[in-house]
Nanobody, 123 residues
Framework: QVQLVESGGGLVQAGGSLRLSCAAS????????MGWFRQAPGKERDFVAH????????YYADSVKGRFTISTDNAKNTVYLQMTALKPEDTAVYYC????????????????WGQGTQVTVSS
């Protein structure tokens, strides 16, 4: 059974940095795509970034491009989201997701989800 466990969220001041981790287990993920999504209160779940686990191009939402970096560590079966220059509008619950195919931008396409980790950016 696939399990995704996020960690690394917290409270940070605007301009600060956080690194989110998503530990994956239960499968061999080499053929999977991994995505990060976020959901602010009262808003829809939005795409943040995605990557093919086997390494390949990375894609980012325009709102985070140049500030966030998605990466994978095969040895640790972990996906990371390095977030820098954080803004109050980045405040949301961040979710890690896995898909048994190529990466996409739509959260509906993903098969497995973590429980989410809260990121709060104060102004």
């Amino acid at each position: 059974q696939v399990q995704l466990v996020e960690s690394g969220g917290g409270l940070v001041q605007a301009g600060g940095s956080l690194r989110l981790s998503c530990a994956a287990s239960g499968r061999t993920f080499s053929s999977y795509a991994m995505g990060w999504f976020r959901q602010a209160p009262g808003k829809e779940r939005d795409f943040v970034a995605h990557i093919a686990w086997s390494a390949g191009p990375t894609y980012y939402a325009d709102s985070v491009k140049g500030r966030f970096t998605i990466s994978t560590d095969n040895a640790k079966n972990t996906v990371y989201l390095q977030m820098t220059a954080l803004k109050p509008e980045d405040t949301a619950v961040y979710y890690c997701a896995a898909r048994r195919s190529r990466p996409t931008y739509s959260w509906n396409d993903y098969d497995y989800w973590g429980q989410g980790t809260q990121v709060t950016v104060s102004s």
